[in-house]
């Protein structure tokens, strides 16, 4: 083979794998966004913004979409501020699917007392029409 036809086919390869590459951080900066998101609708008490994030198919052990969505809101309404703020994720993308490991940090207020708890889960979600969506895990 001559050296003309390496170096095409090397730099054929080179700009597959930094496609490839940029697609997949492309992908962890949009699924980055929704988990922000969530913390975010957390902390401002907005179940709209928050029953937006999960897909229609959301199943945590049994609980659908509308089990969580209702559950949130009764976090919210126990509490008189709440502080939510996700920390050392760990991203794993498969094709439509993605599955985040993170700890999360939750400061609550209530009776005049903080609360805190730090936890770690995993959120699982999926590429949908809509964007990226979870769909089980928190």
Not at 2 to 22: D, E, Q, V
Not at 81 to 97: A, E, N, V, W, Y
Not at 120 to 136: N, P
């Amino acid at each position: 083979m001559t050296m003309i036809k390496l170096r095409s086919r090397f730099n054929y390869l080179l700009c597959t794998l930094i496609l490839l590459s940029s697609c997949g951080f492309a992908e962890k900066e949009s699924i980055e966004q929704v988990l922000n998101a969530r913390d975010h609708a957390v902390s401002e008490r907005d179940i709209a913004a928050f029953s937006a994030l999960l897909a229609d198919d959301f199943n945590e052990n049994g609980a659908s979409k509308t089990d969580k969505v209702r559950a949130q809101q009764q976090l919210f309404e126990q509490f008189e501020q709440i502080q939510m703020q996700s920390h050392d994720r760990t991203l794993t993308l498969d094709g439509p699917h993605a599955a985040c490991e993170q700890s999360y940090s939750l400061r609550v207020l209530q009776d005049q007392t903080w609360r805190s708890l730090v936890q770690r889960e995993r959120v699982l979600l999926k590429k949908t029409a809509a964007g990226w969506q979870i769909t089980g895990g928190i």
